[in-house]
């Protein structure tokens, strides 16, 4: 019998095992017990929400090892941390402390301007952000196994998040119409790979889970992505930073789960006290915008 | 025949799918009133913890008991399988107690021991299966009623089956293996039909106790 570790499938298959649940940013051990009671299905551990990241300005980075250990401890469910991107010496170490998925993360500052991590050499499996079809299948074929659309971290505003999703979908949808001879020029135009283009047109679906993440602060903005096709959500500051985190957690996982039913979703958001305050896409300057991160 | 699967959280869809390569229709089931008319009902993986209070908050937990306890046949695979079993070792609380075995949660370790192998299931017949096992749980202990239907070659037992209940460690929806989801739906169809084999003549217009 022989037995494979970190296969394509293996790496593949965890995120599929996430899939419409609640992956939660948390910032200690305390929070990650608040977060896994909720019924997160995963953590990520990191040293400040983004919201926080956004207030302090300066180099973000890889959170401290010991502050990742930390919360490995506390909880039985995935845990997963943030490398820069293009860092793959922060990767190297998250995959020394046996972190269960990495997020190449635009919300860290951007260690390299022109390549990403080669997510292929590590056994670890990869999670990457994207705004568009091309981002994600370009970041596919590094390796990553499992997207998120960015969404705008740390501003609590859906807006963004929304966009990027209804861009994947609609472009996969259009994919979906092409002859198969208009397919050579639509991989060129997304900048991504022929067969991994072709793939997508097929099944009509990215080859890995497609979560959102970035500016869900609240049960109906979970719901609103579900609805639109998201498989699951990353909520960072949206839980921590409300008024009641472990009732605003609890009361998205639920929405994500009944997404579909608007009574359910009516009797969850019932009396949650105040969401994240949020900032408006206008007040916040093209320079502060993290989504841009990434190539 | 329809067969429920469980959706509050997980890989639903992949069952779901599986089902259909067999031509059998799935329903997601997320509320009790979900699982009117299924024949069979699928515990797919995910977080068990997370499916737990879930099931819970939802009011699953008697309906789907009931179920079990009436001969529907039931399979849970990864999560599902803890959610199964009668005993937890790490301590965590059991949800649907209906398998006498006693299962360790991320028994191999963290994801960086996840692993695919081929696995003798003779039950199935002499192809193996392609096993996925993903932060999987194994079975420490079974009870005598329990039929082992596989184990690992160091002899940790990772599928089982006592009465109406399947479970395994793995995950055959991930391989596209589908002789599990065969059985599921054969049982299925067991239960909703038994047939005049076992001795038993019942008038055939009085088929009472027998769901349709």
């Given at each position: 019998m022989t037995v494979e570790t970190s296969t394509w499938a293996t790496k593949k298959g965890l995120a599929q095992m996430l899939k419409g649940g609640v992956i939660m940013d948390v910032v200690t051990a305390e929070h990650a017990k608040i977060a896994e009671d909720a019924g997160a299905v995963a953590v990520m551990a990191l040293e400040r929400v983004p919201a926080d990241i956004r207030a302090a300005g300066g180099v973000a980075r890889m959170s401290d090892p010991a502050m990742i250990q930390s919360i490995m401890d506390a909880v039985t469910i995935p845990v997963m941390a943030k490398a820069r991107i293009g860092h793959f010496v922060e990767a190297q170490i998250l995959e020394a402390l046996g972190v269960d998925y990495i997020d190449e993360s635009e919300v860290l500052t951007p260690a390299d301007e022109r390549n990403h991590i080669d997510k292929h050499a590590f056994k670890v499996p990869f999670v990457c952000g994207c705004r568009d079809l091309g981002e994600a299948l370009r970041r596919i074929s590094e390796g990553a196994a499992m997207i998120r659309t960015k969404g705008e971290a740390g501003t609590g505003n859906v807006v963004e998040a929304v966009h990027q999703l209804r861009d994947v979908l609609a472009e996969i949808r259009r994919l979906q119409g092409m002859r198969e001879d208009e397919l050579f020029v639509a991989a060129k135009e997304l900048q991504a790979p022929y067969d991994l283009v072709r793939d997508v047109a097929v099944s009509g679906r990215l080859p890995v889970v497609n979560f959102v993440a970035g500016g869900i602060s609240t049960p109906a903005d979970a719901a609103l992505v579900m609805q639109l096709g998201a498989e699951g959500v990353f909520v960072g500051s949206g839980i921590f930073k409300s008024e009641d985190p472990a009732r605003m957690a609890n009361a998205i996982v639920q929405a994500t789960t009944h997404f579909d039913d608007p009574k359910i979703l009516a009797d969850v958001s019932r009396g949650l006290g105040a969401p994240m305050r949020g900032i408006a896409m206008e007040q916040l300057p093209e320079s502060d915008r993290l989504a841009i991160r990434g190539w | 025949m329809r067969i429920g699967v469980l959706a509050v959280q997980g890989a639903f869809a992949e069952h779901i799918a599986t089902l259909a390569t067999i031509g059998v229709e799935g329903v997601e089931v997320r509320l009790p009133s979900d699982l009117e008319d299924v024949s069979g009902l699928i515990l797919p993986g995910g977080e068990s913890t997370a499916q737990r209070r879930l099931i819970d908050r939802w009011g699953l937990r008697e309906p789907i008991l009931e179920l079990a306890r009436a001969g529907v046949p039931l399979f849970g695979t990864c999560a599902g399988m803890i959610l199964l079993a009668g005993g937890i070792t790490d301590g965590d609380p059991t949800v649907l107690p209906l398998l006498d075995i006693d299962v360790r949660r991320n028994a191999f370790g963290r994801q960086l021991d996840s692993f695919e192998t081929e696995l003798a299931v003779p039950m199935l017949g002499d192809r193996p299966v392609h096993a996925v096992f993903i932060r999987a749980p194994i079975v420490e202990r079974v009870g005598p009623g329990v039929d082992v239907l596989a184990r690992l070659?160091?002899?940790?037992?990772?599928a089982v089956r006592e009465r109406n209940v399947v479970a395994t460690a793995f995950h055959p929806e991930l391989a596209g293996e589908t002789r599990f989801h065969r059985l599921i739906a054969t049982m299925a169809a067991e239960h909703d039909d038994p047939g005049e084999g076992s001795g038993r003549r019942p008038h055939p217009t009085r088929r009472t106790g027998m769901a349709r």
């Open positions: - | 070659d160091d002899g940790r037992i990772v």
